[in-house]
Every structure is written in C-alpha cells, then in structure tokens.
C-alpha cells in the first residue's frame, strides 16, 4: 500500500540555501519531490509552496520579475499550491516572513 505525501516548500529558503550564487534558478519542485518520493511508494497529494513577494533593488532591479516568472510557471503544475505571504524586515523574533491566506 502506498503512503499518501504533502510536501511543503519554503520558497525563500530553497532559493538561499540551494540555488543562489549557482548557475540553477529554475527547479521543477514536482520532479525533485518524485526523486525523494517515488511513485511506486507514495502517492503525492500536493506540494505548498511558500513564498512572498521579493522587490527589485539597485543591484538587482529585474529579480522580482524573474520571480513573477518563475511563480507562473510553477503556478501550470496542478500539483504545486502557492502560497504568498508578506516579507517582514525588521522582526523582534526568528521570524523573516509572515504567510497570510488571503493577501
């Protein structure tokens, strides 16, 4: 018998942590997913990914658009579920992003 998957993605983190200063910015997240969850052993019920919205800077003025793209794309795999929250700057806590469902 199959064991049933969810699988939540931190947009954030994946991008800071794994493909930032490297050459891959565009991850097909189901096909990674399906690497660790094979489908003769689970049934992958949907992947959330969580992110929010990054705003262009001096440096970088095209980097929110580069993120606009790679949302759409992720958003034509049925299985992928974005969710988008707001980017808090200044925190007393650990905490760098705050998700709300209905921004």
């Not at 049934?43 to 793209?69: C, S």
């Not at 794309?73 to 650990?94: C, M, N, Q, Y």
Request: net charge neutral; glycine share 4%; aromatic share 12%.
């Amino acid at each position: 018998m199959k064991k049933k998957a969810i699988v939540y993605v931190d947009g954030f983190n994946l991008y800071y942590c794994a493909l930032k200063n490297t050459t891959h910015k565009w991850l097909d997240i189901e096909k990674l997913v399906r690497t660790y969850l094979p489908d003769e052993f689970y049934t992958l019920e949907k992947i959330n990914y969580y992110t929010a919205k990054i705003q262009p800077t001096v440096d970088d003025p095209d980097k929110g658009l580069r993120q606009e793209k790679y949302l759409r794309a992720l958003k034509t795999t049925p299985i992928v579920s974005i969710t988008e929250g707001k980017f808090i700057t200044e925190s007393d806590g650990p905490l760098d992003v705050m998700f709300m469902s209905n921004i």
